[in-house]
């Protein structure tokens, strides 16, 4: 086991589930509401205006890898910019985001545009290229983006929804329209993605909030055929690649068996049992509950043990949150799980 690696260095070599001496750590969703830098910047601008300035982008990437000693870097954006590249309105309320009109029929996804992401979104990937020479080469980026099913889930549903009704009518309904609408979707994430790993990102990150919503049969009829065509086309730039779905229990063997390089997990499942699932197919990254930091920095630090220890003598794994954190997070709580996942790597307890 080499102890002479960069952060930069273990992240991908865990990624690869060789044996690393220091556990790589990042907090999804990292940057956000719970650090008044950000706040700062987002009392200038609305949330969109930010997601397309490459500049504010990178400074507010930086703000948590700075604030909290972060060894890796995930670029700020929004998943929901393809969906408006397609054609649809975009808009962020105080009640979440909104896509209008909404997809309900054939008609509806035949009439979505293809893009060229270099044209229509270039954002995320100039983020990355002037976020690489500021994070240096000693820190990892990661690149992001939506799954095809997340994305249809807001699309049909035109904003977010607790029970998916109109996004179920149609798969059930009109499954063959369902189908094509995932096919849509999934051919403009290919350039989507691969231009932030061409920008410079050192992995990429497929984002499913809402896959976790499917049983396993629908799971694998609608979903996996296209994570499995994304993942492997993707898996041509060379770079990891990181596939998080939340809520992912009963869905983590099919996840495994996608050609993820690692599987995000959320803490609703043990680390023993992901890891007896996984089977070594893949690295693990997860998986401690976002809401203990929000009790006291102790507390923080107690859970982040636990979670460390659950994992511990496994190669191939990432600390991370099982989910993004919360913006009501004391952001000295996110500092002691950062501090405490550090000291471990130095004494492994």
């Known amino acids: 086991?080499?102890?002479?690696?960069?952060?930069?260095?273990?992240?991908?070599?865990?990624?690869?589930?060789?044996?690393?001496?220091?556990?790589?750590?990042?907090?999804?969703?990292?940057?956000?509401?719970?650090?008044?830098?950000?706040?700062?910047?987002?009392?200038?601008?609305?949330?969109?205006?930010?997601?397309?300035?490459?500049?504010?982008?990178?400074?507010?990437?930086?703000?948590?890898?700075?604030?909290?000693?972060?060894?890796?870097?995930?670029?700020?954006?929004?998943?929901?910019?393809?969906?408006?590249?397609?054609?649809?309105?975009?808009?962020?309320?105080?009640?979440?985001?909104?896509?209008?009109?909404?997809?309900?029929?054939?008609?509806?996804?035949?009439?979505?545009?293809?893009?060229d992401p270099g044209e229509k979104t270039p954002w995320p990937a100039e983020a990355i290229r002037l976020t690489r020479p500021v994070i240096g080469d000693q820190r990892a980026l990661i690149g992001f983006g939506g799954a095809p099913f997340t994305l249809a889930s807001y699309m049909v549903e035109g904003k977010g929804s607790r029970n998916y009704e109109n996004l179920k009518r149609l798969m059930y309904g009109e499954p063959e329209t369902f189908h094509l609408l995932m096919d849509r979707i999934t051919d403009n994430l290919l350039?989507?993605?691969?231009?932030?790993?061409?920008?410079?990102?050192?992995?990429?990150?497929?984002?499913?909030?809402?896959?976790?919503?499917?049983?396993?049969?629908?799971?694998?009829?609608?979903?996996?055929?296209?994570?499995?065509?994304?993942?492997?086309?993707?898996?041509?730039?060379?770079?990891?690649i990181i596939s998080y779905v939340n809520g992912c229990g009963h869905l983590l063997n099919m996840m495994a068996d996608s050609g993820a390089d690692v599987v995000a997990i959320d803490w609703r499942i043990e680390a023993a049992d992901a890891i007896k699932i996984v089977a070594g197919r893949c690295a693990i990254q997860g998986n401690m509950d976002p809401a203990a930091l929000l009790a006291t920095p102790e507390a923080a630090i107690r859970e982040t043990k636990k979670c460390l220890a659950a994992f511990d003598g496994h190669d191939g794994f990432i600390f991370n949150l099982g989910s993004g954190i919360l913006?009501?997070?004391?952001?000295?709580?996110?500092?002691?799980v950062v501090d405490t996942v550090r000291a471990w790597r130095k004494d492994g307890k």
């Open 191 to 240: 350039e989507y993605f691969k231009i932030q790993a061409e920008a410079g990102a050192d992995a990429l990150q497929i984002f499913d909030s809402w896959g976790g919503s499917l049983g396993v049969a629908d799971y694998r009829e609608f979903v996996q055929p296209r994570m499995k065509r994304l993942i492997a086309a993707l898996k041509g730039t060379g770079v990891p």
């Open 1 to 115: 086991m080499r102890t002479d690696l960069t952060p930069r260095e273990s992240f991908l070599a865990a990624c690869r589930q060789e044996p690393v001496a220091e556990i790589p750590v990042w907090l999804m969703r990292q940057a956000g509401r719970y650090m008044p830098e950000y706040q700062a910047i987002r009392s200038q601008v609305s949330f969109l205006e930010l997601c397309k300035s490459p500049a504010m982008c990178r400074d507010v990437t930086m703000q948590p890898i700075d604030g909290l000693g972060l060894d890796i870097g995930i670029i700020f954006s929004d998943i929901l910019l393809p969906p408006e590249a397609m054609g649809m309105n975009l808009e962020f309320t105080e009640s979440g985001p909104s896509l209008a009109p909404p997809i309900r029929d054939l008609a509806a996804v035949e009439a979505l545009k293809d893009f």
């Open 327 to 336: 913006k009501w997070t004391p952001v000295p709580a996110a500092k002691a």
